[in-house]
């Protein structure tokens, strides 16, 4: 191992620290996890990815399920919590940085060498990629898929690299802004070998573990068709409208990456795929207008970065200046802070402070203890539902969301009961929905109300 790979002890620190020590502090918990993690417990638990506090007559298709079926796996193996679920995230991304600590070992030596690993460090480093280390998202386990999709395709596995990308389609549909990348890194392997490159044995193993998965998921759109046509319409029609708001993604940024690439696609086939998929994160945080997408800005400048290092210094023009300015996109895109990420920051207080005092989780949890099956409680928009998906297991109760549904308003449905936890830590953008029963953003802990 080369002695700049010891920069990457930084965010291996960092990644550990921020699961550790900041917990559910930063991020705060988020109501997308309830989301997520619902389905994946009820899968651990009965076998099926149906949650009635999700959806209350089918199961909720708005997003792919491989991320809840990967949860679910892990549930079964190291029992269910909350922290379990962030944890996921967090190894997910040490996996990726471990991926791209590989790839820059075999592409750059000397002064370009410190370059390449100083910038991984950074991308590594920044507060987007530390955030989604420590969330109950897709994302990591998203980058992690993509990145060994590159790795193979890099390594001459083209086919590998193909049923890399169709597992992350089924993590996150972000997978479709990477199948040009594939099938253009595709094609150049095609053009090398003068025909389709012959298939090995661990080619067809991926092929057919991709395809029966890919299967799988087709024989579950089948049977639930009209609630899949229901929940993308609602995907796409949250996009449209989120996308108008969205002012921190500009398209020259694209435009940026594009011109950065110049010497990967100039240089040999191998340079081009790193910067083929750097291009497509910058693509998928552009059109993806979301904050937990943000880690690919930095990320996708720094395969742009590897495919230029790709490229020897004696075949590259400005072989010094170059390297250095896609470096500085790196770093200028790891200090860059979303604004909506920005009150989520933690402090150095936060090191010592929880978002809800133990005693007043522990309220809650002897609350849905005690209640009795038929019970009906929600929480707002919270995202604290999975702190106790195991209670409401064990009592019968039924937590639910008061709109109908995750991806449908209307009608309401009633509760019994309201759980409201209030911190001054949580970001006021959080209480926009608290219509009924608002929080302030003030520490007076955990509140049960009988409607």
């Known amino acids: 191992m080369p002695r700049q790979a010891y920069l990457l002890l930084f965010p291996c620190v960092a990644i550990l620290v921020v699961r550790l020590c900041l917990s559910f502090r930063f991020p705060v918990p988020w109501p997308d996890e309830t989301g997520f993690l619902a389905p994946a417990f009820k899968l651990a638990t009965t076998g099926s990815l149906f949650d009635p506090g999700l959806n209350p007559d089918r199961i909720v298709l708005w997003m792919p399920p491989g991320y809840m079926v990967v949860l679910a796996a892990v549930f079964r193996l190291a029992g269910y919590s909350f922290a379990v679920a962030r944890w996921v995230s967090s190894l997910c991304c040490l996996g990726s940085l471990a991926v791209v600590g590989v790839l820059a070992c075999e592409v750059a030596t000397g002064w370009r060498r410190w370059l390449m690993f100083g910038a991984v460090a950074a991308a590594f480093l920044c507060p987007q990629m530390l955030a989604d280390s420590n969330f109950a998202r897709m994302e990591m386990l998203f980058c992690l898929v993509i990145l060994l999709s590159m790795a193979a395709m890099r390594a001459g596995r083209p086919y590998v690299s193909a049923s890399f990308l169709a597992f992350a389609g089924l993590v996150h549909f972000n997978a479709v802004y990477f199948v040009p990348a594939v099938a253009l890194a595709f094609a150049c392997e095609v053009w090398r070998c003068r025909g389709l490159p012959r298939a090995g044995r661990w080619d067809w193993l991926a092929m057919g573990a991709a395809g029966l998965a890919v299967g799988l998921y087709g024989v579950l759109i089948a049977f639930n068709w009209q609630g899949f046509v229901t929940d993308i319409k609602f995907q796409f029609a949250f996009k449209a409208a989120v996308s108008g708001m969205d002012q921190d993604h500009p398209a020259w940024v694209i435009l940026l990456g594009l011109f950065a690439s110049v010497p990967a696609f100039l240089g040999p086939a191998r340079a081009w795929v790193p910067a083929l998929f750097g291009l497509a994160f910058l693509v998928t945080v552009n059109q993806g207008h979301e904050l937990w997408y943000d880690y ?24 010094g200046v170059w390297p250095a300015g896609v470096a500085a996109c790196v770093l200028a895109a790891s200090v860059h802070i979303n604004p909506t990420l920005r009150p989520l920051l933690p402090g150095w207080s936060a090191l010592n402070r929880p978002v809800f005092a133990p005693a007043e989780l522990g309220k809650v ?17 919270s995202g604290l539902e999975p702190f106790f998906f195991g209670d409401f297991a064990a009592s019968g109760a039924q937590w639910l969301m008061i709109r109908h549904s995750v991806t449908q308003v209307f009608p309401f449905r009633p509760s019994g009961w309201r759980v409201r936890c209030d911190s001054s830590v949580l970001p006021h953008y959080l209480f926009i929905f608290d219509i009924d029963y608002p929080r302030v953003g003030a520490d007076s802990g955990c509140a049960v109300i009988k409607k």
């Open 365 to 381: 949890h002897t609350f849905v203890a005690g209640l009795h099956p038929g019970d009906r409680v929600d929480f707002g928009w």
């Open 296 to 319: 690919g800005l930095p990320l996708g400048f720094l395969l742009i970065l590897l495919g230029v290092l790709s490229v020897p210094a004696g075949k590259m023009r400005w072989a």
